[in-house]
Nanobody, 129 residues
Framework: EVQLVESGGDLVQVGGSLRLSCAAS????????IAWFRQAPGKEREGVSC????????YYADSVNGRFTISSDSAKNTVYLQMNSLKPEDTAVYYC??????????????????????WGQGTQVTVSS
């Protein structure tokens, strides 16, 4: 069973930085992708970024490209999302998600929520102005 545990959410001022972590276990596959999604109150869930396990290919939504960086530490089975130059519109609950057994395909498809197999519990990020 895949388990994902997010951490790192916090209250931060505009222009500040945060690093989210997603500790994964039970992936049971060498070909997987880990993605970050976010959902703000009253809005639909949005894909933010994802990274593949086989070649570290990455994807970023236009809204975060150039400000957020996704990375992985395979030894720790942990994926990080470094968020810089935060804006009020980045305020949301951020969810970690795993796509197993088709990580390469997931990156080609830009990690849509429709193929996510497991979700974390979410961590709150609030950017105050």
């Amino acid at each position: 069973e895949v388990q994902l545990v997010e951490s790192g959410g916090d209250l931060v001022q505009v222009g500040g930085s945060l690093r989210l972590s997603c500790a994964a276990s039970g992936l049971g596959s060498d070909d997987y992708a880990i993605a970050w999604f976010r959902q703000a109150p009253g809005k639909e869930r949005e894909g933010v970024s994802c990274i593949g396990s086989t070649d570290d290919r990455t994807y970023y939504a236009d809204s975060v490209n150039g400000r957020f960086t996704i990375s992985s530490d395979s030894a720790k089975n942990t994926v990080y999302l470094q968020m810089n130059s935060l804006k009020p519109e980045d305020t949301a609950v951020y969810y970690c998600a795993a796509i197993t057994n088709r990580g390469r395909l997931a990156l080609i498809l830009q990690c849509p929520a429709s193929i996510v197999g497991s979700w974390g519990q979410g961590t709150q990020v609030t950017v105050s102005s």
